[in-house]
């Protein structure tokens, strides 16, 4: 046995060191986002200055993989530097409500903390007295924040936001919080008194393009490739394909799978059959996790937006067309279908997870009409896969 592991370890590899692909990674720098880092710290700059008495709140929104989590994460590793501050980044997909969130922060101080027994207001109470004790300030990354909402209210956000106000007596103010959401137009779903916390504080991410993807994906060659293992027309491949969802996660996956593939073929460089290789293998459609995301509504109008697109041969489709056939879909599986509201909400959040894309079709104001097009995907693959997805949903309710 220990010959194989012998024989494996001698193999060549492209990879120098694979760790700088993970995806919980944050590089030293952050290209293309530095300006956008900078005007964070500029936001928290009365925090990091004054300290007593100053807290201040930022939200931070772009679509999937533009860089939110690992920006917020960079500039909590700069301020943990500085004396006398803290940085929690809290997924609130994995604590999402606000006993769990606040539990994790909680926990920071005090490993033991109980999952049980203590009130909202306690616990921020009990937060207070710890930072007090230890004279510190805090900063609260609340990571994909509108999955929190989704399940369990805005209450928290209330909490977190009048933190300010005399209702905790005696404390001083020492916490921060910085929002992180996909959806640009989360702001609106807050009440007032959080929106007026959250003031002009939002940064909102764009989508990479192929340059900025292009020097994001050179940082990471750097750190995990042996040199000159990774090709020119490999890299151009991979930020051509992920540009187009502008997703930095995807590219770096990309060029991550296409070594392996590379290691696994024994070739010593990775060329763009390598790459095509993995993106055939990882396209973000067929990502379990994707789905995970949506209820049987965004499925229904998923499936009326391929199958338009697969019967077409249009490039793009209408949302008049897209919800008109939603509702013979919903009758078919017997499915209430939603008010159009509720339906253009399903296409916001879709154009959100990045897997629809929706434009505004001519010049001018009036007769304008939002186009919906899919990124790069057969339509008819897409609905096989959908159509998986809509079986185990409705099998289990
Ligand atoms: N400017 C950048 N420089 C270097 N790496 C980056 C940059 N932007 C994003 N990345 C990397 O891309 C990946 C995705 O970024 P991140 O997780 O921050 O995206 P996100 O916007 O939070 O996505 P999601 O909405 O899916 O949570 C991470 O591995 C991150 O390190």
């Given at each position: ?27 030293e720098?952050?290209p293309?986002r ?14 990091i ?80 007295n ?22 369990s ?33 989360f ?152 008010r ?58």
């Amino acid at each position: 046995m220990n010959d194989i592991i012998k024989d494996e370890l001698s193999r060549p590899t492209v990879f120098k060191k694979e760790k700088p692909l993970y995806f919980d990674y944050v590089p030293e720098n952050l290209p293309e986002r530095e300006e956008e880092l900078r005007y964070l710290v500029r936001l928290f700059r009365d925090v990091i200055e004054e300290r007593v008495g100053s807290s201040q709140s930022a939200l931070i929104t772009g679509k999937v993989g533009t860089g939110k989590t690992v920006m917020a994460k960079k500039f909590g590793e700069m301020l943990e530097k500085r004396r006398g501050f803290n940085y929690v980044h809290v997924n609130c997909r994995k604590h999402n409500t606000g006993s769990l969130a606040l539990i994790k922060v909680l926990r920071n101080y005090d490993k033991r903390f109980p999952e049980r027994g203590y009130s909202v207001e306690e616990m921020l109470r009990a937060l207070f007295n710890m930072l007090e004790i230890r004279d510190k300030y805090l900063v609260i990354a609340m990571d994909e924040i509108d999955f929190l909402i989704k399940k369990s209210g805005p209450d928290i956000l209330y909490n977190l936001s009048r933190m300010s106000d005399d209702s905790l007596g005696d404390y001083e103010n020492r916490i921060s919080v910085i929002y992180i959401a996909r959806d640009p137009n989360f702001r609106e779903e807050l009440d007032q008194s959080t929106q007026s916390t959250l003031r002009g504080n939002i940064i909102n991410l764009n989508e990479y393009n192929q340059k900025e993807l292009t020097t994001i994906l050179n940082q990471r060659i750097k750190l995990a490739f042996n040199p000159n293992t990774v090709t020119t027309e490999t890299i151009e491949l991979i930020s051509d394909i992920a540009s187009e969802w502008g997703n930095a996660r995807f590219a770096i996956e990309l060029l991550w799978k296409a070594g392996k593939k590379a290691d696994s073929e024994g070739d010593e460089t990775v060329v763009p059959e390598h790459v095509r290789w993995a993106k055939a293998e990882i396209h973000p459609y067929m990502r379990k996790e994707l789905f995970n995301d949506m209820n049987k509504n965004h499925l229904m109008v998923l499936l009326s937006i391929a199958q338009l697109l697969q019967n077409s041969n249009k490039a793009y489709v209408t949302t008049g067309e897209v919800e008109e056939n939603y509702k013979i879909i919903c009758e078919g599986h017997n499915i209430k279908p939603r008010r159009y509201t509720q339906f253009w909400h399903y296409i916001q959040e879709l154009n959100n997870m990045g897997v629809i894309d929706t434009s505004l079709s001519g010049k001018g104001k009036r007769g304008r009409t939002t186009q919906i097009s899919l990124p790069d995907i057969p339509a008819n693959m897409l609905k096989q896969e959908i159509e998986k997805h809509i079986n185990t949903i409705l099998k289990h309710e």
